[in-house]
């Protein structure tokens, strides 16, 4: 799966930056989150909507838990930021119960909505959001956001690992091999 990353990207594209760095940190968290769509571009639609078991998640869930971390907890908090769809934040919520109900771990292979492509959207629509904040945001609230952001890009490192893990898993359960 790794040989469809961007050959543009280099080990030094993953040095974390200064969370008071704008540009750096809005370079970094671009390479960091184009990498999970790297990895789940040599999956199928129906691919990233599978759940093999119950501790195992769909592509597609990463893809949006991730993005809703940055929403839920760089965003709204520091921003102007609505919620992109207010059931985004129950459905790609996971363990952190002081942060309210989520969606039942062993049923995420039933969020057939949203679509593949609308988790795609909603992950444009905040990365934009983000970007825009790390570039217009006062001195003091860079210094809120900025390390929440890097916080945020650990966790998207770790789903990345859980998206290649998850895959060869489903692959692993079916009858036919992925082409």
Same mark, same amino acid.
């Given at each position: 799966?790794?040989?469809?990353?961007?050959?543009?990207?280099?080990?030094?594209?993953?040095l974390?930056?200064?969370a008071?760095?704008?540009v750096? $940190?809005a370079?970094?968290?671009?390479n960091?989150r184009a990498?999970?769509l790297?990895?789940?571009?040599?999956?199928?639609?129906?691919?990233q909507?599978?759940?093999? @078991?119950?501790?195992?998640?769909?592509?597609?869930? /990463?893809?949006?838990?991730?993005t809703?971390?940055? @929403?839920?907890?760089?965003l709204m908090?520091?921003?102007?930021?609505?919620?992109?769809?207010?059931s985004?934040?129950?459905?790609?919520?996971?363990?952190y119960?002081?942060?309210?109900?989520? /969606?039942?771990?062993?049923?995420?292979r $039933?969020?057939?909505?949203?679509?593949?492509? @609308?988790?795609?959207?909603?992950r444009?629509?905040?990365d934009?959001?983000v970007?825009k904040? $790390?570039?217009k945001?006062d001195?003091?609230t860079?210094k809120?956001i900025g390390? $929440?952001?890097?916080?945020?890009?650990q966790?998207?490192?770790? /789903?990345?690992?859980?998206?290649?893990t998850?895959?060869l898993?489903?692959?692993?359960?079916?009858?036919?091999?992925?082409?």
């Open positions: 799966m790794t040989s469809n990353l961007p050959c543009a990207l280099r080990s030094a594209d993953f974390v930056p200064c008071t760095d704008r750096a $940190l370079k970094y968290f671009v960091v990498v999970s790297a990895l789940a571009t040599s999956l199928s639609t129906e691919d909507g599978a759940q093999s @078991e119950p501790e195992a998640n769909p592509t597609k869930w /990463h893809l949006a838990h991730t809703r971390f940055f @929403e839920a907890v760089v908090p520091y921003t102007s930021c609505v919620p992109f769809d207010p985004y934040l129950l459905f790609f919520k996971s363990y119960e002081s942060l309210g109900r989520r /969606h039942p771990e062993a049923q995420r $039933l969020l057939t909505r949203p679509s593949l492509s @609308e988790v795609h959207r909603y444009e629509h905040i934009a959001a970007l904040a $790390l570039d945001v001195w003091d860079l809120s390390p $929440l952001i890097i916080l945020g890009l966790l998207e490192q770790q /789903h990345q690992e859980r998206i290649a998850d895959a898993l489903v692959f692993s359960c079916k009858p036919l091999p992925p082409t």
